[in-house]
């Protein structure tokens, strides 16, 4: 893992409480609050029950997305591949996060199954300062291009320009969105004349 990636690992888990999204058997959105236990040069830990229906989508799908808002108002979110790992991770995670022991006291904690998000990309968020920044981030995996770009077909007529809230697009041949201070509004994409802009969302 780079050292970019892993410092936006370690602050997941200094964070801890994320939201975490899966799909369940209907393609219905599910979403709750998950804690992230350990945070390593693999990926990220995180432990549910086999009871729960979280237990049988990470399962199911092999895939989990995260949220979680960080001080001053910075928001992450990731992305990525699970797998089941050895038993011996729900031994660690209690050994790194001792409250468990509240709520799984003695051998009740082997209920748990410990899950390990081994690759995906994700994305730093900062509303605070203006203009915003973003960053995108990745383990084991490639980055996603998200937001918009402008295209060679560009007519230089400086249309976006006034519409953009961050004042994020400068002149040229073509014209260029600086996707570091992009809020992805897509305000751009709705008035370029020469349908110029390519939408990059997957």
């Not at 799908?61 to 699970?82: E, W």
Request: charge should be neutral.
């Amino acid at each position: 893992m780079n050292e970019k990636a892993r410092n936006y690992v370690d602050l997941f888990r200094k964070v801890k409480i994320a939201s975490a999204a899966t799909v369940d058997e209907q393609g219905r959105p599910q979403s709750r609050i998950i804690n992230v236990m350990i945070a390593s040069d693999e990926g990220m830990y995180i432990v549910t029950s086999k009871g729960k229906p979280f237990y049988k989508q990470l399962v199911d799908t092999g895939r989990v997305a995260l949220s979680a808002m960080c001080p001053d108002c910075q928001s992450l979110k990731f992305t990525g591949k699970v797998k089941m790992v050895d038993k011996k991770w729900v031994d660690r995670v209690f050994e790194e996060n001792p409250g468990m022991n509240e709520v799984y006291p003695g051998d009740t904690r082997y209920i748990l199954d410990a899950f390990l998000i081994y690759e995906g990309s994700g994305e730093w968020f900062d509303l605070l300062n203006y203009p915003i920044n973003r960053e995108t981030f990745s383990y084991n995996a490639s980055e996603e291009k998200a937001g918009f770009e402008i295209q060679k077909n560009c007519i230089g007529c400086g249309s976006c320009i006034p519409v953009c809230p961050q004042k994020c697009i400068t002149e040229g041949e073509p014209y260029k969105i600086d996707p570091v201070h992009c809020l992805q509004c897509g305000a751009c994409f709705e008035v370029c004349p020469a349908e110029a802009i390519k939408r990059l969302h997957p």
